[in-house]
């Protein structure tokens, strides 16, 4: 390793805090999953849950079932009441809970007994390229499918637009 090498790797070590540089490497068992299959969504949920677990050191101990149903209703829009009924535990547990699953509401921000935890959990999403809310966001909505289904009507709205426009630019 040269000078430069061994330069930038000290820096990376400091930035993330992290002991290694390198991830364990395993064989991923892919991403596609049928929306309309619930347990098929669910046992994904389950595990990136398990790799979550694995990979932070979660505040709770509620079962990942608990946590799988606290994500499936956080994208439900449910409040943290309503998710405490769910899991059968108080709304302090569901807020760390979700913060362990790296789920941050707005309103988290300005709850200062929480504050230092959410910058926390934000980190932790960011070293990890928020691969976790986004593994979330595409199982459980349709926030992937309605960008693409947008994007490509603004093309065609564009290109249709634009047919019969003449053009007599002389440079």
């Known amino acids: ?54 990979r932070y050191d979660f505040d709770t101990d509620l079962e990942t079932g608990a946590y799988v149903r606290l994500v499936r209703g956080f994208y439900d829009g449910d409040d943290d009441a309503a998710l405490a009924d769910e899991c059968g535990v108080d709304a302090d547990t569901v807020v760390r809970a979700r913060l362990d699953c790296h789920l941050v509401r707005d309103a988290d921000h300005a709850e200062e007994a929480i504050r230092e935890r959410v910058v926390e959990t934000e980190r932790e999403a960011t070293r990890a390229n928020d691969r976790f809310r986004d593994a979330f966001v595409e199982l459980l909505t349709d926030a992937d499918l309605s960008g693409r289904l947008a994007s490509d009507s603004r093309e065609d709205g564009l290109r249709e637009a634009t047919e019969d426009i003449e053009t007599d630019v002389s440079l």
Not at 23 to 51: I, K, M
Request: aromatic content about 2%.
């Open 1 to 54: 390793m040269d000078d430069k090498t061994a330069e930038l790797r000290d820096i990376f070590l400091d930035a993330t805090g992290e002991e290694t540089v390198t991830e364990r490497q395993a064989e991923s068992r892919g991403s596609l999953v049928d929306a309309d299959d619930p347990e098929a969504v669910d046992a994904r949920l389950q595990d990136l849950v398990a790799a979550m677990r694995e």
